[in-house]
């Protein structure tokens, strides 16, 4: 069994959530990925930071 886990991330920073067309972003990496490798990722992460230009101290915790 193989254990190693290859994800593609895409992490961008918005003030107002993400944007549909961020979606190609994340298969032209994957396919750029799957070329360089000979096998495709084993994940397709899709991160948005909707809080970027809050300072992270005024945030509320991400996980509780």
């Known amino acids: 069994m193989n254990n ?18 961020d979606l190609q972003k994340i298969e032209r990496f994957a396919s750029l990925y ?10 397709k992460w899709y991160i948005v930071n909707q809080f970027r230009e809050r300072d992270p101290s005024t945030r509320r915790p991400t996980y509780e």
């Open 4 to 21: 190693h886990f290859f994800p593609v991330d895409v992490v961008l920073g918005y003030t107002s959530g993400g944007k549909p067309g």
């Open 34 to 43: 799957a070329l360089d490798n000979q096998k495709l990722p084993s994940g």
